[in-house]
Every structure is written in C-alpha cells, then in structure tokens.
C-alpha cells in the first residue's frame, strides 16, 4: 500500500484535533509535517510522538511556519494539505487553497463527521462566526441557568496549547491557582478564569478524546457537557444543542468567513449578540443572512451591558484602552467593551499605543496595522507579558481601561490608575436562554427535584 503523504496547515488547535481523529493510527497515511499560522512562536517545535503514536511516528512530527508550504509540498512530495484552523476570510482560504493546488498538492477541509467525538453525556456546544462575538460570555450564562436547575455542567474549551504538548495532554482547572500550575497564558486565562471564579470546572489541552472521558467522570460530578468554542470554529463534539454567536458589528461574516458559516448554518440556535451598541441596519443585515442559510434557527438577540468598576477615573482623562489580544488581531475588531466604556464615560482622548509599543507588542501591530488606538492584551509568552507591561508603562496616559477578561493587574505590574470593564450576556426579550434550555432539560431527562423552570 502506497502512503499519502500530509502537511496539516494550523494554528495549534483544530489542526492537532484533525491529526488525532483522523490520521492517528491511520496507515494510509504519512503526515509530514504541520504548518502554523496566527499565533507567534510556535512553529520550530515538534507534535511529540507519545501524542502523535510512536508505532507510526516515532520522532514525532515537525512543525513549520505556513510561509514555508509551498516549498514544504515540493521537498517532502505531498499529497495532500489540510486546513486546519479558523476565523479566515473566503479569498483567503482560496489563496491558500490556489497556492497549496499550484504546488502539486490536493487541498483537503475536514468536516463534522470525521473529527466530532460522541459523549456519554449531553453536550450543548457554543460557537460563533467570528472570534470576539461573545461566545465566553454566552457559555457563562447558559452555565448560569443550568446551575440554577442544580446540574453539575463541565466545561470543554478548544484548545490553545502553547506550551509543553505532553504536558498539555489533559488540564483541568477548577481554582485560579490550577491557571499558574498549568503556567497558563494570558490567552488561556482569560478563558479559563471566568469559569472557575464561578465555581465550574473547565478543561482543555491536546487529546480531546482523552480530555473528554475525563470531563465525563470529573470528581466533583458531570451532569452536561458545554463545549466553549474558540475563534469561529465548529464543536470538537458532537452537540445535542448547539449555539451559534453572531456580531453585527461585523455584518456578513455569518457568510464571509471560514469556518463561521458552518457554525451559522448547524446552530439550533443564533444570538445575535451586542445589539445594544450596533447599528440596525447591521443587525438587520445579520438577521437577513441567517434567515437564508438557516431559517430553522432559533433566534436571540443578546446586549453586552457593561460593568465599570470605577467610572469616575475615565471622564475628561487622558486613556489607554487594553482589550484582548485575538479578538482585535485576526478577529479584526475596532472597538471593544473598553472603547465603548471610554466613550460613554467622558474619555477626554484614547491614546495611541502604538509608537510606545515595544518588543512582541510592536511586531504585532506591524502583522495588524488596522488595530488603531488600542492596545492588544497579548501574552502567548513571557517576552509578550513582559512587552505588553512595558508598552502600559510607556504609554503616556492617566489611566489604563482593561477590557480582557482577567484581572490583569496580577499578571503585569501597572505603574498608573486602573478601571475594570465587565460584559455579561443578557437576553432581550422572548425566546431566552431559560426558554431554549428547559427544553434541553426536559428532553434529556436531566430534571432535578425542585427544578423551576421545568415542574
């Protein structure tokens, strides 16, 4: 039997998913080699072979940089690229694809069939069409309602493993303490700790097979599964109820990015989130759009209120809004909760980081020239920690608005007055999320005694 040799083309995620479910143990195939893209410093290493299967890959697999593809499938005779990562415009998914073709190679998109694992459990999953949406914040209410009706929900986040591979294999985070035993970056805290400061359990890693057995019989119980997404890719899982979230700050990315629109078109249920602050033309662009590619949705619409925890800094201050990292990188996002609280709190001027940016920090704004007078919370590594305090400390401004999701006074010494910027999901109107859940309940016979939403 002839091999097919394989380059996975990813980001450290979806792309190490793809491997495990598809290609793991498959003899038909040779995977070569992954390419990475998006995240800063994590080509140059390896898939260890005790995660890849030392029987067929017994040095494990190299990981390069996408720049190098085209002369990857030509070096190494490849037979087929596979992309494997998200939130990427159409024509560029297609350059890529022409690039791969060009070379000699087929180009290969996975879908749900052959990488969603089943559970033993019910599984409600939460994705959106475009990184910076809201998905934490819809996963956290739907938490909220389900712990309300006495079920234990354990959490399963896509994956950002960054670091050590084999160590990363399985994590579970049940304190805050568990986020520096995982020497976590500033991008998994800030997914990570809004779960556990509430008191859920989150999980996250590598093998999401594994991952998943875990969360089943976690220690402290496991009545569902939540599935909280990352950037605008499709569930690792396969869901009994799935959520999609869209942003009409960023109309027809519902039908304009990859793979956003395969989460628009398999949600059982669209919010469309930030209707608060958007424009109704935009949410009604959005509105259209869903209705045609999936008009058996269930629609909710959903505002951000934010929370400010010290108001009266910001008005007529000089201010330096810090948001976070993806969702203004490749998520593209010119404002965030920051900007919007800034404004709506007399700001007398946003000041513009980017000639006091050092290090990492001034790369990125060089790779995202469009991000503007904000500042990206990025931390993949110490050097970006250490950059990103250095451009607060530089930045000639009275106070520094922190929109991420953590407290990111613990992790970076600011030497100037800080104000915290909160945002939940909250549900206008009718449907709501108690509406759309108790049906979830009652159909999965997860009804606990003095359940009020469901006797």
């Known amino acids: 039997m002839i091999k097919k040799n394989v380059i996975i083309i990813g980001a450290a995620g979806r792309d190490f998913h793809n491997f495990n479910t598809y290609f793991r143990g498959n003899a038909s195939y040779n995977v070569v080699a992954f390419t990475a893209a998006q995240i800063p410093d994590i080509d140059g290493r390896k898939y260890p072979k005790e995660l890849a299967g030392e029987d067929l ?3 494990g697999i190299p990981i390069h940089s996408q720049d190098d593809l085209a002369k990857l499938i030509k070096d190494l005779k490849v037979d087929d690229c596979v992309f494997s990562y998200s939130d990427v415009p159409y024509p560029r998914v297609m350059n890529i694809s022409a690039l791969v073709n060009a070379a000699g190679a087929n180009f290969v998109l996975l879908g749900t069939k052959d990488t969603m694992l089943k559970s033993t459990k019910p599984v409600i999953a939460v994705g959106a069409t475009r990184t910076g949406c809201g998905k934490s914040q819809t996963s956290r209410r739907i938490i909220e309602v389900l712990m309300e009706q006495g079920l234990k929900v354990v959490a399963v986040r ?52 594994a991952i998943l057995r875990a969360a089943e019989k976690d220690p402290d119980g496991c009545d569902v599964i939540l599935w909280d997404g990352g950037n605008n890719d499709f569930p690792f899982y396969k869901p009994d109820l799935m959520f999609g979230v869209a942003d009409p700050h960023r109309p027809g990315a519902e039908v304009g990015y990859y793979p956003g629109e395969v989460v628009a078109r398999m949600s059982d249920v669209i919010v469309i989130n930030k209707i608060d602050t958007a424009s109704m033309e935009n949410i009604q662009i959005v509105r259209d759009n869903i209705a045609k590619i999936n008009p058996n949705a269930i629609v ?63 790369e990125t704004f060089k790779i995202y020239p469009n991000i503007g007078t904000l500042l990206p919370a990025m931390g993949y590594g110490d050097q ?72």
């Open 384 to 455: 970006q920690v250490k950059d990103l305090e250095k451009t607060i400390e530089n930045t000639p401004c009275d106070v520094v608005v922190i929109a991420t999701p953590i407290d990111l006074n613990r992790l970076v010494k600011i030497n100037k007055p800080t104000v915290k910027i909160g945002y939940e999901l909250q549900e206008i109107g009718k449907p709501d999320m108690p509406d759309v859940l108790c049906d979830f309940i009652k159909k999965h016979n997860l009804v606990k005694k003095g359940c009020s939403c469901c006797n």
């Open 158 to 209: 896509h994956p950002m493993p960054y670091g050590d591979l084999n160590a990363q294999k399985v994590q579970r985070f049940a304190t805050v303490e568990d986020l520096k035993k995982h020497k976590c970056t500033i991008e998994e805290m800030e997914e990570y700790e809004p779960h556990v400061v509430r008191g859920n359990v989150i999980y996250a890693g590598v093998d999401y097979e």
């Open 57 to 59: 890959y017994p040095s």
């Open 300 to 362: 909710i619409d959903g505002a951000s209120p934010l929370t400010v925890d010290k108001p009266e800094l910001i008005r007529g201050k000089k201010v330096l809004v810090v948001e976070d990292g993806p969702t203004l990188t490749h998520g593209e996002m010119k404002i965030g909760a920051g900007t919007v609280a800034a404004h709506k709190f007399g700001a007398a001027e946003l000041v513009d980081p980017r000639q006091y940016a050092v290090g990492k920090l001034a």
